[in-house]
């Protein structure tokens, strides 16, 4: 019995000394660890959505025609010119491939820069209060490397000025949002969409599987959390 009880006692002693919270973290520490979730975090993003089918294949980011112009995609489909609009279907998400790499030095600047109070209101805050930390950050730096990368892809593609001249006719009526009035600037914005809410997803995973972190440091933060 008294082996029993002394072996009961070790065990809850153990588990004690690994029940971290948050105070028992430095700040240093905290932050460390949010920014090698985070850099964890866009690292996998980038490499999932700038991959062959990273747009195109997952239903979740996958670019597609917007508003009353999707809605003209599917009459020119029942009316047998589907190819057409798959093809620029195509270009669109390929675009969108080829530019986000170019994100992940800017995303990684943004997480360096960020201060001891930036981070723990991150940790204090919503599920995802890191993902709009980085998008308020960083989408406007993003926007310009993405924008010159998505208009030389999509101006190789013939269907592309056809779109710009339909979209812009369109947006002058008020049917198509102004955003939407040209190739590049629709693919960049759904893009930039597509990336953080695919980094949503990586902080989402850490936030509910912390053992998942790459780091033992940001292991004990998020586990602590």
Do not use: C, W
Not at 154 to 181: C, E, I, M, P, R
Not at 191 to 206: K, R, T, V
């Amino acid at each position: 019995m008294l082996r029993l009880t002394t072996l009961a006692t070790g065990l809850l002693l153990s588990a004690s000394a690994f029940a971290l919270s948050l105070a028992d973290l430095t700040q240093q520490d905290a932050s460390a660890g949010l920014k090698d979730a985070l850099i964890q975090g866009t690292q996998v993003a980038v490499k999932q959505l700038g991959a062959p089918g990273g747009f195109s294949d997952n239903p979740d980011v996958r670019i597609e025609l917007p508003g009353k112009l999707g809605k003209a995609a599917k009459t020119m489909k029942m009316m047998g010119m589907g190819a057409q609009v798959e093809q620029l279907e195509a270009s669109m998400n390929q675009a969108a491939e080829a530019a986000v790499p170019q994100a992940q030095a800017l995303l990684i600047e943004a997480v360096k820069k960020m201060t001891l109070s930036d981070a723990k209101a991150i940790l204090a805050g919503p599920q995802d209060a890191a993902t709009r930390y980085l998008d308020q950050s960083s989408r406007e730096q993003i926007r310009a490397r993405f924008l010159p990368i998505v208009k030389q892809a999509t101006d190789q593609v013939g269907l592309a000025q056809q779109y710009n001249a339909f979209a812009s006719q369109a947006a002058a009526f008020g049917v198509v949002d102004g955003k939407h009035s040209s190739a590049e600037g629709y693919v960049t914005e759904q893009a930039l969409n597509g990336l953080f809410e695919m980094i949503g997803q990586q902080e989402a995973s850490i936030r509910q599987n912390p053992a998942g972190a790459a780091t033992s440091l940001a292991k004990k933060v998020f586990g602590a959390l």
